[in-house]
């Protein structure tokens, strides 16, 4: 054993090393060794020196472009002839004595007016027409300008017509309009006594093919006809609505051509069990919109109209706002009602209008006068408003005052004669307009039209009247007489087709 006590184990740990190489002792530079270096260094900097020179070159100095112009023509379109169509004469199906119920006739003749702002404009019978007597709506045409004038020349007319015959008694007016393949209509019914048709003029020299959708109050109608309606070239259909909606409260109707373009108007008339209710011809409203005005609401005798509404069969007297929302969700809409050449504040009414329904919403008691109707909304859709008059002698007739159109810078409008005609002009801008309104023959008129707001003026039945010097308005025209009312709105002209470049 061991002693622990003895001296400690000393233990030697070996490494294996390499062989490592002697340094090498190097000769002292001389001074030729020390120049050839100093020549290689500087040499080597003045090629990098060139080599960036080079480079900078080669970025400033703009390399050779080869740049080619695609082939195009301008191609101007040759100027077409402007046209528009008159409604006709009033239509009723059958006869007085009730015979032919499906046979299309017209009664009596409308009293028809036309200007052009240059040229000379011709107004002539559609050639064809499904009315048995013959008489088919006026077309106006004018032909294209010949001046270099940028400015398109505009195109107006208007009829009025008064009946009296059997079942169709009142006042009903219309604006000759332009054709268009896209056309919603605002008005009408098809419930007892109520009888509404739906009129096609295809003033091109194509066919038209039409297709009609109805919308009721419990939504869409399913009816078969309704699609690939021919209308031949400078021909009239007519087509009873209660064909392919019966029943129905409150129709739209939106009219969709291919082809031909066509004229849509929708004609109804009311009979309450045997007393006349009267006649009206209802035109397109401007489709759908966020931001729709309606003006020219004449309210007039309001108290015989709500003492002869509380009898049996006279409800539909009543002031209604009639809405319908395309699409699928619902529209929140804010309803501003104010009267025309005042400045009092209207407090707007909030409605939420379901989609794909047809809404009416009631107009609250108004004192008589004229109003303009504003709806602002979420979600576009098309309107109009029914209203209604009695005479001294308890006669009663109604009209629909359609949505409008904006017209910019300049319009033209002719009133056709009628009683006591008035033109609302409407400013739906936020800026004050100061409008000339002028008349052959007379001092031109300085209208001011407030912002937001409505003003009327009178006018002469028969008469021409060009408007200049504002942004934007919105123009209706008014007829009121004793147990008789009628109204229209004003379109603007389509654009003027413009040069175009064509890349083959």
């Not at 390499?18 to 340094?23: G, K, L």
């Not at 528009?84 to 239509?91: D, E, S």
Request: glycine residues 10%; aromatic residues 4%.
């Amino acid at each position: 054993m061991t002693d622990p006590s003895g001296p400690a184990e000393t233990r030697v740990y070996v490494t294996e090393v390499e062989d490592v190489a002697e340094p090498v002792a190097k000769p002292p530079r001389t001074a030729r060794g020390a120049v050839l270096v100093g020549a290689r260094i500087l040499t080597g900097l003045i090629g990098v020196g060139i080599a960036a020179v080079t480079i900078g070159a080669a970025i400033l100095v703009p390399l050779p472009s080869h740049q080619v112009t695609p082939a195009s023509r301008l191609i101007t379109p040759v100027a077409s002839a402007q046209k528009r169509v008159c409604a006709g004469p009033l239509l009723r199906l059958g006869d007085d004595a009730g015979q032919a119920a499906t046979a299309v006739s017209s009664v009596g003749k409308p009293e028809v007016r036309y200007s052009q702002s240059v040229g000379t404009a011709t107004l002539a019978p559609l050639p064809s027409t499904d009315s048995t007597t013959g008489v088919a709506p006026d077309l106006l045409t004018l032909p294209p300008r010949s001046t270099s004038s940028s400015l398109l020349p505009l195109l107006s007319g208007s009829q009025v017509q008064a009946v009296s015959s059997g079942d169709l008694v009142g006042l009903a007016a219309a604006e000759c309009a332009e054709p268009s393949s896209d056309s919603w209509l605002v008005g009408g019914a098809t419930v007892t006594g109520r009888t509404t048709l739906v009129t096609l003029s295809n003033p091109s020299n194509v066919v038209a093919t039409v297709n009609i959708s109805i919308f009721s109050e419990t939504g869409p109608v399913i009816a078969a006809g309704t699609d690939g309606i021919v209308v031949p070239p400078g021909g009239q259909r007519v087509l009873s609505l209660a064909g392919f909606a019966p029943d129905v409260t409150s129709p739209v109707v939106r009219v969709q051509s291919r082809g031909g373009q066509v004229v849509a108007h929708l004609q109804q008339s009311i009979v309450r069990t045997l007393e006349p209710g009267g006649v009206e011809i209802i035109g397109a409203s401007a489709g759908p919109s966020t931001l729709t005005v309606i003006p020219g609401l004449v309210l007039s005798n309001g108290t015989a109209v709500a003492a002869r509404q509380a009898e049996s069969g006279f409800g539909d007297l009543s002031s209604i706002i009639r809405l319908y929302v395309p699409g699928t969700d619902s529209a929140r809409a804010e309803i501003t009602i104010v009267p025309e050449n005042g400045s009092e504040a209207a407090t707007p009414v909030r409605v939420v209008v379901q989609p794909g329904i047809v809404t009416e919403v009631p107009l609250d008691s108004y004192p008589d006068g004229s109003y303009t109707v504003t709806i602002a909304t979420d979600k576009p859709l098309v309107a109009g408003a029914r209203i209604s008059t009695v005479g001294t002698t308890g006669k009663t007739d109604f009209a629909w005052s359609t949505s409008t159109t904006k017209l910019s810078r300049r319009a033209l409008v002719t009133v056709a004669p009628g009683p006591a005609p008035l033109l609302h002009i409407a400013n739906p801008t936020q800026k004050d307009a100061v409008v000339a309104l002028a008349q052959a023959g007379v001092a031109d008129i300085p209208i001011t039209v407030p912002a937001g707001r409505t003003v009327t003026q009178t006018v002469t039945g028969g008469a021409n009247y060009a408007l200049t010097g504002f942004d934007a308005l919105a123009l209706s025209v008014s007829y009121v007489g004793d147990g008789t009312l009628a109204a229209f709105s004003v379109s603007p002209s389509a654009p003027a087709s413009r040069p175009i470049v064509i890349y083959p």
